[in-house]
């Protein structure tokens, strides 16, 4: 066969394999959080009201793709300042969505709102976001679940489903108060009341 062949022969084999291949666009992920004081508890907890993300305690699980980028809105409802800081996530020249309170971004005031924009790059795994102002982490946080792109394996053999898990305190008074006392008397914050708790036995 002449050279001239072969580049057709290629240039076929080339074209067959870019249009039989499906290569994953990376998506852009949108979500709402609204952040507002709301009642939580059950019949081992007392019901508290404490400042939550949609209502939700621990809040949303934002799930995404490597590569995919997040748009996150927060409305800020509550009557504290807030920020909304993604744990681990590496922001690569979005620093102002990072979201340390008066770091990298001035707090979202009660009543106003902030959109955070940012791609989620070269990492893979669970993480998390949570509040960056005060205490408010203890109440206002929840699961980032970064999954590989497709058609990307997982590193180790997966044939199931995945369901993060999140730890968190509990205090029996508002976590802002907690600080406030600490602040004020020049103490230690109490340690979370979550170990005196017992669920009722059935």
């Not at 340390?100 to 009543?111: A, K, L, M, N, S």
């Not at 990307?152 to 976590?175: C, K, Q, R, S």
């Amino acid at each position: 066969m002449s050279s001239s062949v072969w580049y057709v022969v290629l240039g076929l084999a080339a074209a067959l394999l870019l249009c039989c291949s499906q290569p994953t666009i990376a998506k852009e992920q949108r979500h709402e959080f609204v952040v507002n004081p709301g009642g939580v508890g059950d019949e081992a907890v007392q019901r508290r009201t404490i400042v939550t993300a949609n209502g939700q305690y621990p809040g949303p699980t934002v799930e995404v793709s490597e590569g995919d980028s997040l748009v996150v809105n927060v409305v800020n409802n509550a009557t504290y300042n807030i920020t909304i800081h993604w744990h681990g996530v590496r922001q690569m020249r979005t620093g102002w969505s990072d979201g340390p309170e008066f770091v990298t971004q001035c707090p979202i005031r009660p009543g106003r709102s902030y959109t955070y924009r940012f791609t989620v790059a070269a990492q893979e795994g669970t993480l998390w976001w949570h509040a960056h102002s005060s205490w408010l982490r203890a109440t206002v946080y929840g699961a980032l679940v970064i999954r590989p792109r497709d058609p990307v394996p997982y590193p180790f053999d997966f044939h199931g489903e995945i369901a993060p898990i999140m730890l968190g305190e509990w205090w029996d008074m508002n976590p802002i108060d907690v600080i406030r006392t600490a602040t004020r008397t020049g103490a230690a914050p109490n340690i979370s009341d979550a170990p005196h708790h017992e669920r009722p036995t059935r």
